[in-house]
């Protein structure tokens, strides 16, 4: 997976995504919307408002849009700063209409609140902090030097000044609660886009190794003939130059090589996946081929069908269809036990007539008790944990986030739990239950069990590989 710095998806480049054209035809939606309001108070409202300074505030935003349309490229994306800029104007030049209509008497105030909630979602937390302090001093400003409003019948229309407070009270508060509001959304859509993408990219690339695989299995099937052939031929002419050393010495390299050739293609096949009759198997040897990858990390792995302990795929009979989300899936769950664990990790299988079950169980530390509730969203961390097993670590909560929506999409259901702490001592590991985290993989039988019938029956015609 690429280096998270680097990520189209990260943070710093989240910053950068606003459109110069986006918020010019937001400012433009908003001349528009400034002018009409205008014209109505004028002509119908009969408010008495100074329409050449209104214009001039107004003609100022048609004058910021002429110039950024004319200097720069419609594709034109803007830095995090320049985002704060345009949005400080488009604050300033609202409060500056706002301040010859009324202030906050004015029923559009409430717009105010409109760039800070943008910043809250486009810009980081200081940019958002600093917009926000700028719009509740604007707004306090409104409060302390009110501007009139009057009819054109000499009427001064004013609220009541603890009705004044309450609006500005109110704008205050909303200014806080909508950015805040907005912007822990925002942070949650995004870290879910950015989970889901690592996701996708680690099930791309499982399938991309199966399907390598199935490309090196059938080279294998096709080159057997002809190194066959050639192992033949150079037998018997090795036999007939039996008296001729020089030219004997040469053919039996050509037979050694072809034996090696044989023996390269033999190894390299045993990973083919792609063939139509390997997209059956049974579950044991799913869970088996997930566990191949941490055999060797030091850590034991017990895998147990009903209780006994599985010698081998052949043990189990029970056949689904062999899909990489699974694999993938339950490869994360037993690579989080191993890193977690003490010294042992059971994986058990189970089923009945309704349910198939794989559990993943570890004697490691658990899960932190007011986590496991949250255990499967992505980003989630302790603050200030460090496991002693793994220092330096920073746990994101991505690798589960990315076994549970693999499993999710084939119909299971996963719970995490952790396991009791008593065990009789003399009870051996191979009967033994998980001390440390458990996680609990469940999924109905019959959406995912492949029936003996179906398993042998036809393959159908042979089909060409696309390369």
């Known amino acids: 997976m690429a280096n998270p ?83 400080i104007f488009d604050l300033a030049q609202l409060a500056a209409l706002l301040a010859l209509t009324g202030g906050l008497m004015n029923p559009f105030a409430v717009l105010l609140l409109t760039p800070v909630v943008m910043a809250s979602t486009a810009l980081n937390l200081r940019a958002t902090i600093l917009l926000g302090l700028v719009a509740v001093g604007l707004i306090s400003a409104l409060l302390a030097f009110p501007p009139p409003m009057k009819l054109l019948n000499g009427e001064v229309l004013q609220a009541p ?28 859509v995004f870290s879910m886009s950015q989970a889901l993408a690592a996701a996708q990219t680690s099930l791309g690339r499982e399938q991309r190794l199966t399907a390598l695989g199935g490309v090196v299995a059938a080279a294998a099937h096709e080159l057997g003939t002809p190194l066959a052939t050639i192992k033949m031929v150079s037998t018997e002419l090795a036999d007939e130059l039996a008296d001729q050393p020089e030219l004997l010495e040469d053919v039996e390299l050509i037979r050694e090589q072809a034996h090696r050739c044989r023996d390269i293609l033999h190894e390299m096949g045993r990973t083919g996946k792609d063939d139509t009759l390997m997209q059956i198997a049974p579950i044991s040897a799913l869970v088996q081929e997930a566990m191949e990858p941490h055999l060797d990390r030091g850590k034991r792995i017990i895998p147990r069908i009903n209780g006994r302990i599985n010698d081998g795929p052949g043990a189990d009979h029970m056949l689904v269809a062999r899909q990489s989300e699974i694999i993938h899936g339950l490869r994360n769950l037993i690579q989080n036990a191993v890193d977690f664990s003490a010294s042992t990790v059971w994986v058990d299988i189970s089923w009945d007539k309704a349910h198939l079950k794989v559990h993943v169980g570890d004697d490691g530390p658990g899960y932190p008790s007011h986590l496991i509730g949250r255990i499967g969203d992505p980003f989630v961390r302790k603050r200030g944990y460090v496991d002693a097993n793994r220092p330096g670590y920073e746990g994101m909560g991505l690798g589960l986030f990315i076994a549970k929506t693999l499993l999710e999409r084939t119909g299971a259901q996963l719970t995490f739990a952790n396991g009791s702490e008593w065990e009789e001592s003399d009870v051996p590991l191979e009967k033994s239950h998980p001390k440390g985290a458990i996680v609990e993989v469940i999924w109905a039988r019959a959406t995912l069990e492949i029936s003996l019938a179906q398993a042998r029956a036809p393959l159908g015609e042979n089909k060409h590989f696309d390369y």
């Open 5 to 87: 710095s680097t990520n189209i998806l990260s943070h710093e480049a989240r910053f950068s995504w606003v459109r110069l054209r986006t918020l010019v035809m937001l400012r433009w939606m908003t001349i528009a919307g400034q002018a009409i309001a205008l014209w109505v108070a004028v002509n119908w409202l009969q408010v008495d408002i100074r329409v050449d300074l209104a214009t001039t505030v107004i003609g100022v935003a048609v004058a910021f849009n002429i110039v950024a349309t004319v200097v720069f490229p419609e594709n034109r994306r803007l830095s995090a700063r320049a985002v704060l800029l345009t949005l």
């Open 161 to 188: 000044p603890i009705l004044a407070g309450g609006f500005w009270m109110a704008l205050i508060t909303s200014v806080g609660f909508l950015a805040m509001y907005s912007r822990k959304v925002m942070g949650e």
